[in-house]
């Protein structure tokens, strides 16, 4: 079992930085797959960014490739997603979630879906205005 816990949303403005972790416990050695979701009310969650734990190969959306970079810290056992240039459209609750991957990949070159992902975090808010 795996838990994870999200924290660093916070109120930025237009072109400001933030850095969202994920803490997480449990038998985390077991998920192969880690990535960060967003949702907004009203409309589905989607895929923001993903990564292979154990090369770190890494999967961005067109929406944030080059303003958000997804990393991992195994000895911290927590996963970052750094926002750089944030823009109010990126406001959202962000979530983490984690997979072992059972169906052979973490993403595909059309995404990273939430219906591949186990487990889940509660959340933390970005709001960019």
């Known amino acids: 079992h795996v838990q994870l816990l999200e924290s660093g949303g916070d109120s930025v403005q237009a072109r400001g930085s933030l850095r969202l972790t994920c803490t997480t416990s449990?038998?985390?050695?077991?998920?192969?797959?880690m990535g960060w979701f967003r949702q907004v009310p009203g409309k589905e969650r989607e895929g923001v960014a993903g990564?292979?734990?154990?090369?770190?190969?890494?999967y961005y959306a067109d929406s944030v490739k080059g303003r958000f970079t997804i990393s991992q810290d195994d000895a911290k056992r927590t996963l970052v997603l750094r926002m750089n240039n944030l823009k109010p459209e990126d406001t959202a609750m962000y979530y983490c979630?984690?997979?072992?991957?059972?169906?052979?990949?973490?993403?595909?070159?059309?995404?990273?879906?939430?219906?591949?992902?186990?487990?889940w975090g509660q959340g933390t808010q970005v709001t960019v205005s």
């Open positions: 990564i292979y734990r154990s090369v770190g190969k890494a």
């Open positions: 979630a984690a997979d072992w991957g059972g169906r052979g990949y973490c993403y595909t070159e059309w995404g990273i879906s939430p219906a591949d992902f186990g487990y």
């Open positions: 449990g038998d985390i050695k077991s998920q192969n797959c």
